[in-house]
Structures are given as structure tokens and as C-alpha cells.
T-cell receptor
Framework: GAGVSQTPSNKVTEKGKYVELRCDPI?????LYWYRQSLGQGPEFLIY????????DSGLPNDRFFAVRPEGSVSTLKIQRTERGDSAVYLC??????????????FGPGTRLTVL | GEDVEQSLFLSVREGDSSVINCTYT??????LYWYKQEPGAGLQLLTY?????DMKQDQRLTVLLNKKDKHLSLRIADTQTGDSAIYFC???????????FGKGTSLLVTP
């Protein structure tokens, strides 16, 4: 596809359940980022992948959150034992990981997660 | 991360100029960005400025950076109703580093 895609676009779950959110980056982009945007806030960084490995996971709020990118393309963000406070829009971005210029991060439309 | 602060709301008349301000605290910021977010759409990069620059102009957009005061501004000339959106200021240390966003400024352009 031409841009970053995320599925599902909306996810409603019950407190305590497990959810998976998927991100398809722009083809050929080696860098992939996950952010979380709560209502009325700016996006907050969660985790950054360079290829298959998590280069920086300092933004993950606790051990209920985990993300993988096994083949260096599609990534899945996994949330265990969801809590109401996890309700937010989860954004994925990818970049070509160039070493010059701004290395623009291209954002997907997000997955809106609602935990009841 | 370090704080990035923005005013929350701005309302302007169509055809006027809009100025959105941002302050940041991280002195190691290398790149400063302006993103636009419209309802139902992803974040769109509008422009960025490298920390050793004072100004950057791109069509109707002018970015001013005062590194001493850690103040960034975005000026939109001849603002149109289609410019109504939320504008986010963000900073990072460069390629491969996470973006640190402000809370966003909601711009309303009235006819």
C-alpha cells in the first residue's frame, strides 16, 4: 500500500481481556514506531523497532504491553489484562531510517481502543 | 520525556495569519517539527527545522526558532478554513529517535 495501515480501526474490549493491534508499515521502511494518544493529549512514544529488534522500548508503561516485529515488516502491539486506562488511540509510524535529513515518520490512521 | 508546551486553542478569521507557539525544555533536541492532525486522518508532517537554523519558509508556512529561549513558532499566512485542525509541535534528537509531542493547538478558522 501507499501508506501505513493499521487494523482494526476500532477495538472495543472488556477489562481484563487480551488485545492485539496490527501495523503494516510502508514497504521498505526499516524503522517502526508505536505511540499512544489519549483524549486531548499529544501522542506518547511507546516503542521503536529497527528491523526485527526493539531498539528502544522505554515508553512501554508496564509489562502488560509487548510488541513484536518478527520479519522486520508488520508489527503487532499486544496488551494483556487490559485496563480502562488503556483506552486511547494507538498510532503506528514508519520511516526509512535514513541517516540524513529529518527521516520523516509517516503515521497510520490509528486504532481506537476502548476498554469497558 | 522533557516537556513540550503549546497553547490549547487559537481562533482566526479566514485570510488572516495564524501564529502557533511552542516551547520545549530539552536542549539536546536536534530537530523540531510541526504536525497537523485532522479528524479521522493520520498525523501529517507539515514542516521541520534543524536546531542550527533560525527560520524556514515553505509556501504559506514560516517556522521561527529561538534556540536560546527554546521557543518555536509556526506562522500560516492567508489562513483558510481547510487549515482548521490540531497542530502539534514535536522535538527529537534526530533519525531513529522518538518524537516528543506537545498536547496540540486546536486551530479554528472562521469565514
Amino acid at each position: 500500500g501507499a501508506g501505513v495501515s493499521q487494523t482494526p480501526s476500532n477495538k472495543v474490549t472488556e477489562k481484563g481481556k487480551y488485545v492485539e493491534l496490527r501495523c503494516d508499515p510502508i514497504s521498505g521502511h526499516t524503522a517502526l514506531y508505536w505511540y499512544r494518544q489519549s483524549l486531548g493529549q499529544g501522542p506518547e512514544f511507546l516503542i521503536y523497532f529497527q528491523g526485527t529488534g526493539a531498539a528502544d522500548d522505554s515508553g512501554l508503561p508496564n509489562d502488560r504491553f509487548f510488541a513484536v516485529r518478527p520479519e522486520g515488516s508488520v508489527s503487532t502491539l499486544k496488551i494483556q489484562r487490559t485496563e480502562r486506562g488503556d483506552s486511547a488511540v494507538y498510532l503506528c509510524a514508519s520511516s526509512s531510517r535514513g541517516t540524513t535529513g529529518s527521516d520523516e515518520q509517516f503515521f497510520g490512521p490509528g486504532t481506537r481502543l476502548t476498554v469497558l | 520525556g522533557e516537556d513540550v508546551e503549546q497553547s490549547l486553542f487559537l481562533s482566526v478569521r479566514e485570510g488572516d495569519s495564524s501564529v502557533i507557539n511552542c516551547t520545549y525544555t530539552d536542549s539536546s533536541s536536534t530537530y523540531l517539527y510541526w504536525y497537523k492532525q485532522e479528524p479521522g486522518a493520520g498525523l501529517q508532517l507539515l514542516t521541520y527545522i534543524f536546531s542550527n537554523m533560525d527560520m524556514k519558509q515553505d509556501q504559506r508556512l514560516t517556522v521561527l526558532l529561538n534556540k536560546k529561549d527554546k521557543h518555536l513558532s509556526l506562522r500560516i499566512a492567508d489562513t483558510q478554513t481547510g487549515d482548521s485542525a490540531i497542530y502539534f509541535c514535536a522535538e527529537s534528537m534526530g533519525p531513529g529517535y522518538a518524537l516528543n509531542f506537545g498536547k496540540g493547538t486546536s486551530l479554528l478558522v472562521t469565514p
